[in-house]
């Protein structure tokens, strides 16, 4: 099975039960370089193995702001 995602306004398809995760490490990113939200609420990096990506999702994948 599959779910029909979008990243970053990309329409993907993923394998059934792929988590935010393992669609970071798919990707070849590194997890302390992106920061990440799913359909607009910001998903903690401790909580990234844990959020199922679910049809219809909205993932956004982006370079964290810091500075001071």
């Known amino acids: ?9 990309e329409p993907t398809v993923l394998p059934d039960s792929t988590t935010l995760a393992a669609l970071i490490a798919q990707r070849g990113l590194s997890p302390e370089a992106v920061g990440t939200a799913v359909n607009g609420r910001h998903v903690l990096r401790a909580a990234r193995a844990e ?8 993932v956004t994948l982006f370079q964290p702001i810091v500075g001071g």
């Open 51 to 58: 959020r199922v990506l679910l049809d219809g999702d909205a």
């Open 1 to 9: 099975m599959t779910v029909a995602v979008t990243i970053n306004g």
